[in-house]
């Protein structure tokens, strides 16, 4: 029993680990679909950028570093 107790938790450790590595989004993005500007016409509603995809929400950050 607590050897499947203990492959239950690392299962559950690698596929944490495995969703976070390949979402990109930050807290400060929050795109949202903008039918003014196309059908697939996104934007961010915390830094107002722009983006037109194929379909999918974006996935990256496209706000500008601090220098």
């Known amino acids: 029993m607590p ?3 203990l492959i239950l938790l ?3 450790l ?3 680990w ?3 590595r390949n979402s990109t989004l ?3 993005c929050r795109w949202r679909l903008d039918r003014t500007g196309g059908p697939n016409h996104y934007r961010c509603a915390a830094c107002n950028a ?3 995809t ?3 929400p974006p996935r990256d950050c496209l706000r500008k570093a601090k220098p």
């Open 3 to 5: 050897l499947l107790l």
């Open 10 to 12: 690392l299962g559950t």
């Open 14 to 16: 690698a596929y944490m």
């Open 18 to 20: 495995l969703s976070r």
């Open 26 to 28: 930050t807290r400060h």
């Open 50 to 52: 722009e983006m037109d």
């Open 54 to 56: 194929a379909g999918k």
